[in-house]
């Protein structure tokens, strides 16, 4: 007993926390998309765009035809149970009755045809029903249109905002900006396993295939901020890899697009300026961007102004310098499986990386 006590502990202190700052993690983590659930930002119910709008339509065509079809039956299957009612002892029973009853037989089939043919038009309507829903889904295209890729990544969202003009083609990770009541053309596509690109207050799920292109249109005709999920299990993070959409008008989406195209503001502290050291010559610079410096590497997300955004990993954490300081020093224990290796900073360099990290407005 007191062995294994010794070997929990062990695997414990291997592990380098206890479960119980394991669960307080896993609760912090669970709270930030249960904020949005209850504020209806991540909600198909409160539909903010045409397409969720119709896509909302039928479900509720589907909740209301289905419950009173579920009520009705149950209120047969009362009447059936009450009329095949055993007698109790003491009540006296009749002989029973063999003869054939001609006009009970009429009267059942009567009820089992139209009961088919009730389901019959049932089914009917949700197939036009929905097959309208699907049509009207893509009305919302227009020639004069933003174009925004999507490519998914275990377990993060990479945007690229396309232009005919290569300096204005910005790319960003995992919080995507769009005009307020303009269609948007979103391109999606993976670079290993299925994801799926869901935002449901905006409009239903596509999936995002590796060496595939799908195309999928999104108007949203109310400001706001939503919260979208990868809707395919994608592996051991599929939970963790959300992502932020920003709905704002035309002018406020213009001004955050031009802030983002500009390059990483420099390091106005001292202390920023070591943290911009120590970014160059740490590991980071071998996985992400930071656009006017020497870091240039595509495979983790582009950091050049991830302080402006809500969130960091992926939707997962809240964008904090304590959320920060954690995921830089041991992602692992967040989002365990992600590609991020830990990183073995002295307290000081820490410190001044996530100066420079926040200036990164
Ligand atoms: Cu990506 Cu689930």
């Known amino acids: ?16 926390r206890s ?16 904020a949005f659930c209850l504020l209806n930002s991540q909600s198909a119910l409160d539909p903010a765009g045409p397409q969720s709008g119709r896509i909302i339509s039928l479900w509720w065509l589907m909740f209301y035809v289905t419950g009173a079809v579920f009520v009705i039956v149950m209120g047969f299957l009362v009447v059936a149970l009450a009329r095949s009612r055993r007698p109790r002892s003491g009540e006296a029973v009749d002989a029973p009755d063999t003869r054939p009853d001609a006009g ?14 009730a389901t019959v038009v049932i089914l009917f309507v949700f197939l036009v029903h929905s097959f309208l829903t699907g049509r009207a889904l893509d009305s919302v295209a227009a020639k004069d249109h933003l174009t925004v890729k999507v490519t998914g990544h275990q377990w993060w969202w990479e945007v690229q905002y396309d232009n005919q003009t290569a300096a204005y083609v910005l790319t960003t990770a995992n919080e995507i900006h769009i005009p307020l009541g303009q269609p948007v053309l979103f391109k999606l596509t993976s670079t290993d396993v299925i994801h ?15 060496g595939h292109e799908a195309v999928t249109w999104i108007r949203a005709d109310r400001a706001g901020t939503y919260r979208g999920q990868c809707a395919e299990f994608c592996g051991h993070q599929h939970a963790h890899m959300a992502f932020t959409v920003v709905v704002e008008p035309y002018e406020k989406f213009k001004a955050w697009y031009d802030s983002q195209l500009a390059p990483a503001p420099q390091p106005s502290t001292p202390s920023q300026a070591r943290g911009q050291q120590v970014f160059l010559s740490s590991p980071c610079v071998m996985c992400h961007t930071v656009r006017g410096t020497d ?5 983790g997300p582009e950091l050049t102004h991830v302080a402006s955004r809500g969130t960091i990993a992926a939707g997962t954490l809240e964008n904090t310098r304590g959320h920060l300081a954690g995921w830089v020093v041991d992602s692992q224990k967040i989002k365990p ?3 991020m290796p830990p990183n073995n900073l002295e307290p000081a360099d820490l410190q001044a990386l996530l100066d420079y990290l926040q200036s990164l407005k």
């Open 295 to 299: 870091a240039g590497a595509r495979v």
């Open 104 to 117: 009970g037989e009429r009267r059942m089939s009567r009820v089992v045809l139209a009961g088919i043919a």
């Open 337 to 339: 499986g992600n590609h």
């Open 196 to 210: 799926s690109f869901w935002v449901p207050n905006l409009h239903g799920k596509t999936d995002l295939i590796p």
């Open 19 to 34: 479960p119980r700052a394991e669960y307080s993690s896993i609760f912090a983590s669970c709270l930030l998309p249960l």
């Open 1 to 16: 007993m007191k062995g294994k006590r010794q070997e929990a502990k062990g695997k414990e202190q291997k592990c380098g």
